[in-house]
């Protein structure tokens, strides 16, 4: 996954995904479990391709499901966040 490679565009790509999940009417609950799911996917089938990535990995390795949620909904507003930069 080429995009991976880059925390930029990862990041840039997820904040467009998250907009678009809005502006069709998607709850933030709903976005919140989609992001869990593909956390759970990335950590289980997908090598950290930079340090960012990395210390997520590792984060999403040793917490609990309440903490990946959290997680999830820090991710959310961090790629949020930039998109308004």
């Known amino acids: 996954m080429a995009l991976l490679e880059n925390w930029e565009r990862w990041t840039s790509f ?3 995904q998250v ?3 809005q ?3 998607m709850s933030k609950r709903m976005i919140e479990k989609s992001a869990v799911q593909i956390g759970d996917y990335l950590a289980k ?3 950290p391709k930079n ?3 990395r210390v ?3 984060l999403w390795g040793v ?3 309440d903490e990946k949620h959290a997680l ?3 991710i959310i507003k961090l790629v949020q966040n930039h998109r308004m930069q």
């Open 14 to 16: 997820l904040g467009e």
């Open 19 to 21: 907009n678009e999940a």
């Open 23 to 25: 502006e069709k009417g």
């Open 45 to 47: 089938n997908v090598d």
């Open 51 to 53: 340090e960012q990535e």
């Open 56 to 58: 997520l990995s590792d």
């Open 63 to 65: 917490a609990s499901d």
């Open 72 to 74: 999830a909904n820090c």
